[in-house]
């Protein structure tokens, strides 16, 4: 005897929506992963380029600067993380739509990094030529020494200015279904 079982259209709906989360998931991953391997490929490419055209000075300087620039990304004091979390879980509740609790939440945390970031680029504009970086790094060549407070306070600007733009990450991220 044969049993029938009826046909949940429901349940074909759930699995298809599953497999297509899945597939979702697969494909943002495999992205990622893409985008972390091309990072990795260029700067080991980068610093091959790097070592032959710069002295031995200059290419310590430079991995010291790259190493402040990889550092500022912690300047957002885990902002962006826990914006990423609260916007996600906020569009979780709204059912995937926009509404202006989620507007107005990530906006506050943007000013507050603005903030943050106008108030180091006002330290470094102010104090930046007082620090002794050729000392502090240990820059022997005259060149290099003369241009480092210029160098240091660009690289500073740039890391501050960056804090806000960071934030934007989080959204795309929130937003993925």
């Known amino acids: ?11 074909r709906l759930n699995i298809k929506s599953l497999f297509h989360r899945h597939h979702t998931i697969a494909i943002g991953f495999l992205a990622s992963g893409f985008a972390r391997a091309v990072f990795v490929v260029s700067m080991f490419v980068t610093t091959g380029i790097a070592t032959r055209f710069f002295t031995r000075e200059e290419f310590g300087l430079w ?4 190493s402040f620039i990889y550092l500022g990304f912690a300047f957002d004091l885990g902002f962006r993380s826990a914006l ?3 916007l996600a ?3 979780a509740d709204s059912a995937g739509h926009s509404n202006n609790i989620q507007r107005d939440f990530f906006l506050s945390i943007f000013y507050l990094q603005i903030v943050i970031g106008f108030i180091g680029v006002i330290f470094f504009v102010a104090f930046g030529n007082v620090i002794p970086w050729a000392n502090l790094l ?7 020494a003369g241009n480092i407070n210029r ?13 806000p733009l960071l934030a934007s990450s989080s959204v795309f991220t929130a937003f993925q279904e």
Do not use: D, G, H
């Not at 005897?1 to 349940?11: E, G, Q, V, Y």
């Open 138 to 144: 240990k820059v022997q060549e005259p060149e290099i």
């Open 89 to 91: 879980a906020m569009v």
């Open 151 to 163: 160098l240091m306070n660009a690289v500073f600007f740039i890391l501050f200015i960056n804090v």
């Open 63 to 66: 991995a010291i600067l790259l």
């Open 1 to 11: 005897m044969l049993i029938s079982i009826p046909a949940n259209r429901n349940l």
């Open 84 to 86: 990423t979390n609260r």
